[in-house]
């Protein structure tokens, strides 16, 4: 097991209104047993998605994934290992506002074993916006570390990302 974090950074412009997908490139073979340990993850969005939230019909959402096949992202997708939503809602009349910091940060190191355990290979970063004019981009930076898995143990993990009471 890594003793520090590594990092790895991925970006997806979505097609308008579509799920869309992009891999993280990594230094992994798809056949060795190896798997991250993700302890954190730092999302950004372009100051032109920002600006597409303009009624309360409009939302976003994204997060990361081992698989890009799956046609609708919901808790309910085992392929999915984090699943974030944003969206409007409106005050006084929408004349209000509140800041929005970035980066969006999701820290998984409270996790029992420090983090969530994912196959190193395929990630996906997807992101699906709704009411939008414009795509704007999703960008994720990853922290994680690399674990060596026995052949079994690998093969556990992959099988779990098929999400039980499903």
Known sequence: ?????????????????TLSFNE?????????KKAFLINRVEYSFTLAALNEFDTE?????FGLSTSNIFPVAGLNVAAIFDYNMLSLNLAAAGVSSHLISSPFVKDFSTLPGG???????????WMLSGGFAAAGECAARIFFTVIDLKADEYWELVEATRLLGV
């Open 1 to 17: 097991m890594d003793r520090y974090a590594n990092q790895g950074y991925v970006t997806v412009v979505p097609v308008l209104n």
């Open 24 to 32: 993280l490139a990594t230094f992994v073979s798809i056949f060795e």
């Open 57 to 61: 019909a409009d939302f976003v959402t």
């Open 115 to 125: 983090g969530t355990l994912v196959p190193a290979r395929p990630i996906f970063i």
